[in-house]
């Protein structure tokens, strides 16, 4: 009896992607519970968006350019909930291991944001690599567990603006600001 090589790959990706999506609807699931859109609108209720406008990011992915393997891509959600434009928004975008140490970091200027609108964008940073494994790595590199390596992006700066990331305490603990 023959095996068939493709149809054992086609398993292989079958499975694969399915613990992949499992796996995101489960980090989904568990960061809705920690933070729900009623605590960023409590939050921003706090402070008159009409004088000053707050801002967020929202990390949408990140992952190997497929061009150039010493490139990753990340990518990302601005969102402007003030009622005046946005200025000169810095946008940082970083790799952490599994003790959220910072393993690479890159901040490049996004531009400017409307009033009252949503913006995506994306930003290309040279590649992290651990011990040869090109990033992104979610599941641990080897039985030894050395670590889980992932990405994250949020706002640097911006004039004349609030950054909502930085009333919640665990983000200002762990981007330092």
Not at 58 to 64: A, C, L, P, Q
Not at 74 to 95: L, M, P, Q, R, S
Request: some cysteine; aromatic content about 12%; overall charge negative.
């Amino acid at each position: 009896m023959e095996t068939n090589e493709k149809g054992g790959r086609k398993w292989g990706t079958i499975i694969i992607t399915s613990f992949m999506v499992i796996a995101f609807l489960g980090i989904t699931f568990f960061i809705g519970l920690k933070f729900s859109p009623q605590d960023i609108v409590n939050i921003c209720n706090e402070t008159s968006i009409d004088e000053i406008p707050m801002v967020n990011l929202i990390f949408d992915s990140w992952g190997e350019n497929l061009y150039d393997s010493d490139e990753d891509i990340f990518k990302y959600w601005i969102f402007n909930y003030g009622d005046k434009e946005v200025k000169e928004v810095y946008v940082t975008c970083i790799a952490l291991d599994k003790n959220d140490n910072i393993l690479s970091s890159n901040t490049e200027r996004y531009g400017n944001i409307a009033s009252n609108s949503v913006a995506y964008g994306e930003m290309i940073t040279s590649a992290t690599r651990i011990e040869e494994v090109t990033l992104p790595v979610m599941i641990p590199l080897d039985e030894t567990d050395k670590g889980y390596i992932i990405g994250a992006c949020y706002i640097k700066s911006c004039k004349d603006c609030e950054i909502l990331h930085k009333r919640i305490p665990e983000f200002v603990e762990l981007y330092g600001e």
